[in-house]
């Protein structure tokens, strides 16, 4: 079974509107983190948010949020005010248990076209 | 700061040779993880490497190998190339201590024909 499952393969959004990128995961451990990562074409992945297991409140880093339902087990980026620069393949990505160097499992990704 | 440095950025190699990229991580960071990121796909880990050793291992054959030397940067080799191999490579960096702290580098385009 997938443990990073990205159900949207691509996404258009007008620019200044908001878009959600959607994020289901499957695990059994009660310690995780949850990461999104953006990849324009230059193929660098680029961290933009971290959401851990425990974290009470939702993550927000500046036009980013996470959307965090720990029962349903997703975590979807919310994108606000989108821009020109956005376009890129976002990914969804997951770490299972407490250590900081556990390896991180991919989903497939959702490609964002951002439209003038 | 530098951030993390992958070389060459792209490479084109014939089927059965062998292949090796190069990672120099993050300043302050000790742990370097290579991934393989087939074209439209999600990146895959292949292994890491801590204190010159492999720590952890993904689901890749033999024909993957690496390397960590003293100043924590890191060799990927891998032999007997098939076309299937053709991918991005990247490398990333982090610290145990470090709870969100993946750095990763542009990667290596690798191009098997």
């Known amino acids: 079974a997938q443990k990073i499952t990205q159900t949207q393969p691509g996404m258009f959004v007008q620019e200044k509107e908001a878009v959600t990128l959607d994020c289901t995961y499957d695990t059994s451990d009660p310690s995780y983190g949850l990461f999104w990562y953006k990849q324009p074409s230059s193929g660098e992945m680029i961290f933009l948010i971290y959401q851990g297991s425990y974290d009470q409140q939702n993550a927000t880093e500046g036009r980013y949020s996470l959307n965090f339902q720990k029962a349903r087990k997703s975590a979807n980026l919310v994108i606000s005010a989108s821009q020109l620069g956005d376009s890129a393949m976002y990914f969804c990505?997951?770490?299972?248990?407490?250590?900081?160097?556990?390896?991180?499992?991919f989903g497939k990704g959702t490609r964002l076209s951002v439209i003038a | 700061d530098a951030g993390v440095t992958q070389s060459p950025t792209h490479l084109i190699k014939t089927r059965g040779q062998q292949v090796t990229l190069r990672c120099s991580p993050k300043s302050g960071h000790d742990t370097v993880s290579w991934y393989q990121q087939a074209l439209g796909q999600g990146p895959q880990f292949i292994f890491q490497?801590?204190?010159?050793?492999?720590?952890q291992r993904g689901n890749f054959p033999d024909r993957f190998s690496g390397h960590q030397f003293p100043n924590y940067s890191s060799e990927l080799n891998v032999n007997a190339l098939l076309l299937g191999d053709s991918a991005l490579y990247l490398c990333a960096s982090s610290s145990p201590g470090q709870w969100e702290g993946y750095t990763f580098g542009s990667g290596t385009r690798l191009t098997v024909v």
């Open positions: 990505a997951m770490r299972e248990g407490g250590s900081g160097n556990t390896p991180l499992v």
């Open positions: 490497y801590y204190e010159e050793e492999e720590r």
